[in-house]
Each structure stands twice: as C-alpha cells, then as structure tokens.
Nanobody
Framework: QVQLVESGGGSVQAGGSLRLSCAAS????????LGWFRQAPGKEREGVAA????????YYSDSVKGRFTISQDDGMSTLYLQMNSLKPEDTAIYYC???????????????????WGQGTQVTVSS
C-alpha cells in the first residue's frame, strides 16, 4: 500500500512561485506513473502534469506548459511540482496521484491512478 502526502501549498501573488512536494511511503519503488492534478471549486479534477519513473517521459497540460515542472528525487520517494509565473486561474486544491501500472491509461485521466494524496491548497491572488 502506497501513501502520499502533499505539502508546499499556500497563498502567493500572481507572477510568484511555489514548489509542491509529495512524499510517498509504503512501496514507492513499485510506482510506474506519478501525476499532479488540481480541482477548483465547481470544476472537475484536471491533470496538470505526470512523470513516468525510470527515465520515462513527462507530460503537461497546455495550461501549465512552460510554467510548471514535474520532477522526482533520485530515491523515487518524493515527487515535486515547481510552479512559476502563477496565475489566479491556477488557484485550486492540488493532489498528487500514483499508480503501479505503466500502461494503464492516459496520464490526465483520474481513474488511471490508484493512490491519491489528501491535497494541498494553492491560492493565487491578482
């Protein structure tokens, strides 16, 4: 069983930066795909970025491409999301997600992921 705990959320002005972390425990070495999702009030949960372990590719939504960077530490126990040039529309609860399947569906589809963190709030003011 894999547990995920996010941290690093907070409030920032537009144009600022935040770095989110997601600590994985349990059996993180079994994880093949990790993703960041966000959900704003009244909106569906959307995929922000994903990374496949063992040197696999990364993916970004069009809305964050060029501003956000997903990465993972060498021990594969912590996932990061560096968020730069933040905009008010980035305001949401951010979740990290993980799955042990490498070929289990599209990276931005929430049902693709078995494990989820509890979320961390990001608020960007104009």
């Amino acid at each position: 069983q894999v547990q995920l705990v996010e941290s690093g959320g907070g409030s920032v002005q537009a144009g600022g930066s935040l770095r989110l972390s997601c600590a994985a425990s349990g059996y993180p070495y079994t994880i093949a795909c990790l993703g960041w999702f966000r959900q704003a009030p009244g909106k569906e949960r959307e995929g922000v970025a994903a990374i496949y372990t063992a040197g696999g590719p990364t993916y970004y939504s069009d809305s964050v491409k060029g501003r956000f960077t997903i990465s993972q530490d060498d021990g594969m126990s912590t996932l990061y999301l560096q968020m730069n040039s933040l905009k008010p529309e980035d305001t949401a609860i951010y979740y990290c997600a993980a799955d042990y399947r490498r070929y289990g569906g599209t990276w931005y589809d929430p049902p693709r992921y078995k494990y989820w963190g509890q979320g961390t709030q990001v608020t960007v003011s104009s």
